[in-house]
């Protein structure tokens, strides 16, 4: 079954299993910083903000409208950057992809990616005016991250799907 049943009057019925796994698996991602690897430039995706914003387009009835914030902070605590840049740039996003779920009558992959796309650039460029002085010569860099986070969203989609398997939970 690929719809969502409902338990009560506007109360989605979600398992368990799906009520921890997806802020466990958005964390574990934003973790994913601390491996150790020698790189002479910063080209790691945030997998952390990839992750969310996978959960948020495949389940959005799973995380409320206030987790990017909590996860935005654990974020921002292993990844070094200032405290608040995710909060407020994860949240502006999840935000901002609710509003236009409301206004979008139908979605497909492609529209999902898009919209991803959008938020992934949005996040990393408000993180690059609030964290670098705008003299730094940072933009190809940030483009050349931006690129690959892009191209390795649908990776991201891929395994949320797999994650999920509600049928198998139910």
Known sequence: MTGTRFAGLGQPNVSQRARWLAPLSIVLASLITLI????TVPLLPPFGLMMLLAWRLHRPDLLKPWAPLLLGFVDDMVSGQPLGNAMFFWTVSFI???????????RDFLQDWLLAAGAIGFCLIG??????PLDAHVDTVLLIQILISIALFPVLSRLVSRLDQRR???
């Open 168 to 170: 198998k939970w139910q």
């Open 96 to 106: 901002a992809i609710d509003v236009l779920d409301t206004r979008i009558v139908w």
């Open 127 to 132: 993180g690059r005016l609030v964290a670098t």
């Open 36 to 39: 150790p690897f020698k790189a």
